[in-house]
């Protein structure tokens, strides 16, 4: 799948990621940032985020609506494995999240957890479990994907009591032509129907690639032919932004090198139904890298939050009608990361 002949950091994060799975709102930026946290998020930097955070409050309404942050747990992965969920959801609890999205239910050296249980310990912390990220196909007849295993899948799910469940992977199962992303989407289609059933949404999480062009048909993205293919009222998307614009920055030119400008705020305003759930990570800007941007904490980087969260929020009927999850893929410091990003996040304002 990849493009290139090194390794592709993107495959990399989603091959570690179905790895994984094999396996309190309106507070200030203030207090967020002097909420107690561990010694070596202690020792961080003050500037980046923080700076950035202080610096945006403002007069306007909060950008983000209240009630509505989460985080996607695989970015807190390794204090997962490491203290179990229980730590993790009081620390999350302390820097004012609101929703948790899972990527695997083990919690490693700290020992078994049944899903009752981790239900509850969620609730107990004030949080709601939003969503899940769940393998799309294996070659192992058993494995803990939709393709494999959907009845399994939706009953944890609704176990959990989740709303939404969902797969971080790409529709590449039978290639990038037009007709392999028309497969994907009939399946799609019918673990929606699942979910709906069960009065869950079904969504797929995006990474680049998804914005690329059909290799029989260059004129096409792909992108374009999933939300075309898939029935509104069962497949739902999961934007994640820093991948989208990475998406813009690599494939805004057709493999001929013709112009095919495209601006992902665009897809959501037009239908913005189609979106519950977004992922907010950032990346500072760098044309040098293959991949345009390298990812920071949200609030270090370069992509307008601020402006995209409130062009989502102010449609008539859609405050309260999305949820936003932070994300890095591998931060410096999973704690330090998941407080300043919440921080920043509740120090937006609306202009006004």
């Known amino acids: 799948m990849s493009r290139f002949s090194q390794p592709d950091p993107e495959l990399t994060h989603r091959l570690s990621r179905r790895g994984m799975l094999g396996v309190a709102a309106g507070a200030t930026a203030a207090a967020l940032l002097g909420a107690a946290a561990p010694a070596t998020a202690a020792t961080g930097s003050t500037s980046g985020a923080t700076g950035t955070a202080l610096g945006a409050k403002g007069r306007g309404r909060p950008v983000l609506p209240p009630g509505r942050l989460g985080i996607q747990l695989y970015s807190l992965r390794d204090k997962v494995s490491s203290l179990g969920f229980g730590p993790v959801f009081a620390e999350l609890e302390k820097y004012g999240y609101d929703e948790v999205e899972f990527a695997g239910y083990t919690q490693g050296s700290a020992g078994p957890i049944t899903l009752a249980q981790l239900r509850r310990l969620a609730r107990n912390h004030g949080l709601n479990p939003i969503g ?7 070659d192992d007849p058993n494995a803990y994907t939709f393709a494999q295993n959907l009845t399994k899948v939706l009953d944890d799910a609704q176990a959990l009591g989740l709303k939404h469940i969902g797969t971080a992977s790409g529709p590449f199962r039978y290639g990038s032509t ?29 990474h680049s690639e998804e914005f690329s062009f059909a290799t029989d048909n260059p004129k096409v993205r792909l992108y374009d032919v999933l939300l075309e293919e898939t029935d509104p009222d069962l497949v739902h998307l999961e934007m994640d932004i820093y991948w989208a614009y990475v998406g813009q920055f690599r494939f805004s030119k057709r493999p001929d090198g013709t112009p095919a400008p495209f601006e992902p705020l665009n897809y959501v305003l037009r239908q913005p ?3 519950p759930l977004f992922h907010v990570k950032d990346g500072e800007s760098d044309p040098s890298n293959p991949y345009g941007y ?10 307008d939050y601020q402006r995209f969260i409130s062009a989502v929020t102010r449609l008539r009927g859609h405050r309260m009608a999305h949820h936003w999850q ?3 893929d591998n931060p ?8 300043r990003s919440s921080a920043h996040l509740h120090s937006l304002r609306e202009k006004c």
């Open 326 to 328: 932070a994300e890095h």
């Open 273 to 275: 139904d189609r979106y």
């Open 332 to 339: 410096a410091e999973s704690f330090t990361f998941a407080r």
């Open 294 to 303: 390298r990812m920071t904490d949200v609030g270090d980087g370069d992509i």
């Open 132 to 138: 899940s990220h769940v393998g799309y196909y294996s």
């Open 178 to 206: 037009v007709d392999a992303f028309k497969r994907a989407a009939e399946e799609f289609n019918t673990y929606g129907a699942a979910a709906k059933a069960r009065g869950m949404k079904f969504y797929q999480h995006n």
